[in-house]
Structures are given as C-alpha cells and as structure tokens.
C-alpha cells in the first residue's frame, strides 16, 4: 500500500528550465530515524528509504537541509514529531558514543544516553511504534566471551554503563522494544575521525611515520550497512510476528585488533606496513575497555537475520576517496 502527494521538480528543455508539479508514491510503512546525520544514522536512513520505507530521519546540529532538526533532550518536540508521523518503527541510533567524551562529560552523556532514550521509549510506546535501541559490546567487561544476549553485563566505563541504563530505561519504558547490541562500527564515514577503524588510515598512508598500533584489544569490526540491514529485516520481521522484542546482538565475525586492522587497510590498498608497531600492553590512558567482549549473534541468525561484508571490502569502499596516492586511486577504480 503506498499513497501519493505531490512533489515539485525541476524540468529543464531547450533554453529554459521550468518548475513543475509530479504526483509521487508514498510508501505506506513509515520509519524514523534519531541519529540520522551520524555514520550509522546515515546508513541506516539509506537501507529503509531505499527498501520502500516512508523514513524520515533526524538530527541536531548538522540535520537540515535533510533532516529534521530535533532536540531529543525537548520532551515536546519529541512528542510532537512522534504524534505527528505515526512511525511504525523508530531506529534509535543517536547517542554519545566516545567513551573518553562520555567520562570527560558525564552528566550531558547520561542524559541523551539514558534520560532521552527512556523518554522516546515511551512515546514510541503511545503511538505502538516498534522502537530499535542501538547498544554497545561495551556492557559487557570482556573476560569471557562469547557473550548470549542472557549473559550478565559487567561494564568497565561510564559510557558502557550509560549505555547499560540506557537499555533499562527503554525496556521498562516500552516493553516491546528491541535492544540491538553492536561493536565497533566502520563504513563511509565524511571525515576519518567519525570512525575508530578509519582515523587509523593517516597513520598507515604516512609510512615514514612509525606509528604504534593497540594489539591488546580485540575487536571486530562492523559494517553500518551491515547493521542498517539488521535493523530493517528486524523491523520487517516484527511487523509479521510480535513476539520479536528483547535483547539482540550483531557483530561482524573477523576478530581483530587495531594493529591487525591496519595492516589489513594497508593490504587492501597495497601500501606498506612495516612502519606499524603492535603494542601487546593494555592501554593506560583513557577509559577503560574490555579486552575481548565478542558478541555471540546466534539468535539473530537463527531468525534468518544478518548479512556480513568481508573486511578488506568493505574498507576499501570505506577509504579510497582519502586515499592521498591518487594515481592507485585511478589505477584500480577506473
């Protein structure tokens, strides 16, 4: 089902252009989007609007021309974009998620990681919206993985227990919610810094740098598309079954550190990596992290649910616009 509105665009002909008015479909399934001018938010806004989804998406300091520009710390705006879409879905990816900013700023972390969330819970709850909240592999403390969605969460940094809280507060606010647990994240980023895996790239390009490397933390990296269609096979599959709520995790399968994952960029772009140094010390500086808190993905995929990219592909789609050897650029893309 699908209704229609009118929409204006430009038509050029011969000498001229003309603004004219053109009947457009309107899909019937409506989503929105909290986060949507973040790397995940982005491409998760993509998958929904290009899979026959009504999404509106928003932000906060760069959502417009775009996106709507909500303030989720505004209890009323939230209330009035909420009443006024009607979404059946809400994907809530909007959060504080560096965990150095988190214990730098506690107090301003907790309330959109916490206090919004629980609040957007239950006006998702007042209009029957199926609400997705983001989390982190970060509740757990990562001394026994794999980690069940049933297992006990001990986090080691404020920003895993607001995270932790977070999905409290949604849980008790809206009981047919879904949390969906994610490490970390890479994918086409606008600038190097919004991902942990690519700011990585400068210190491998620059290879007559030395450059240490953590290879004490395991990780695994994830693809944002990987994830944005996770979220709407889960929404699509909650749509036909209401018994799909709770807990969820997601997770890429390639277990790296970030030497690892350096040395793998640079494979892919067939640069050297003999500048790179592996440190096997735990880090002392900043927030504390888990060592290995790998996510176990079994209850997803047992409801037909996930799709993986390989790493070496996906962050070589990820990093060739930043790429500063140019002629490579040439040589492989055209």
């Not at 700011?199 to 695994?220: E, G, I, L, T």
């Amino acid at each position: 089902m699908v209704g229609r509105e009118k929409e204006l665009k430009i038509r050029f002909v011969p000498g001229r252009c003309e603004l004219v008015e053109e009947d457009v479909d309107i899909p019937s399934r409506r989503v929105l989007i909290t986060g949507a001018t973040g790397l995940l938010g982005r491409a998760v806004f993509k998958e929904f609007k290009e899979n026959n989804w009504n999404a509106v998406g928003c932000g906060y300091r760069r959502a417009q021309p775009r996106f709507e520009q909500i303030n989720l710390l505004d209890s009323i705006a939230v209330h009035d974009i909420i009443h006024d879409f009607q979404p059946h879905v809400i994907v809530h990816c909007a959060a504080e998620r560096r965990p150095d900013v988190v214990e730098s700023q506690p107090d301003a972390a907790s309330q959109l990681n916490v206090a919004a969330s629980g609040n957007l819970a239950k006006e998702a709850a007042g209009v029957g919206a199926f609400l997705i909240y983001i989390s982190t592999d970060y509740v757990f403390d990562g001394t026994s993985p794999p980690y069940k969605e049933t297992d006990v969460p001990n986090p080691l940094n404020l920003y895993g227990k607001t995270k932790l809280e977070g999905e409290k507060a949604v849980l008790e606010n809206n009981e047919g919610a879904a949390v969906l647990r994610i490490p970390v994240l890479y994918g086409e980023v606008e600038r190097l810094e919004e991902s942990a895996v690519t700011v990585m790239f400068d210190k491998v390009q620059f290879s007559n740098k030395s450059a240490n490397m953590d290879h004490w933390q395991q990780r695994f990296p994830t693809n944002v598309k990987d994830v944005a269609t996770v979220c709407r096979q889960l929404a699509e599959k909650r749509m036909l079954d209401p018994s799909v709520k709770g807990t969820f995790h997601w997770s890429g399968n390639e277990q790296m550190t970030k030497y690892e994952m350096a040395c793998a960029i640079a494979d892919a772009f067939n640069l050297p990596s003999s500048h790179l140094r592996p440190i096997t010390d735990c880090p002392v500086v900043g927030a504390l992290r888990p060592r290995n808190a790998q996510l176990d993905c079994s209850k997803l995929e047992m409801l037909g649910i996930g799709q993986r990219t390989p790493f070496r592909a996906g962050i070589k789609e990820s990093l060739w616009p930043f790429l500063i050897d140019k002629r490579w650029r040439q040589t492989v893309f055209h």
